[in-house]
């Protein structure tokens, strides 16, 4: 399910598709990408008991927006600035190098 960058960061209530028509998902604040969440009761049914129901799992894709025009590259380039985190900062310690 694609999301936005402010929905996965900030949190938001989504609407998924599902068996039975749209559920609302929520996505809790600092989702990542590939992040699976699961709505209970919204899959399949069981084929051992008719009255009940799967999960279903749905996988979070934060979509990057493309900078377009100079004022959305410049707040992608505040927004830089202010996150100071590196994702990548344990990369090589992790791995022993």
Same mark, same amino acid.
């Given at each position: 399910m694609p999301i936005t960058i402010? =929905?996965?960061?900030?949190?938001? !209530?989504? =609407? /998924? *598709?599902?068996?039975?028509? &749209?559920?609302?998902?929520?996505v809790p604040p600092g989702t990542n990408s590939g992040q699976r969440l %699961?709505? &209970?009761?919204?899959?399949v049914p069981s084929a051992r008991n008719?009255? &009940? %129901?799967?999960d279903l799992y749905v996988e979070?894709? /934060?979509v990057v927006p493309k900078p377009v025009d100079e %004022? /959305? %590259?410049?707040? $992608? !380039? =505040?927004?830089? !600035? $202010?996150?100071? =985190?590196? *994702?990548r900062r344990d990369l090589f310690t992790r791995a022993g190098s």
């Open positions: 402010s =929905e996965a960061s900030l949190g938001a !209530k989504i =609407e /998924v *598709p599902t068996l039975d028509g &749209r559920s609302l998902l929520r %699961r709505l &209970r009761d919204k899959g008719a009255n &009940r %129901r799967g979070l894709q /934060v %004022r /959305v %590259r410049n707040l $992608l !380039k =505040e927004l830089s !600035k $202010l996150d100071t =985190e590196d *994702p």
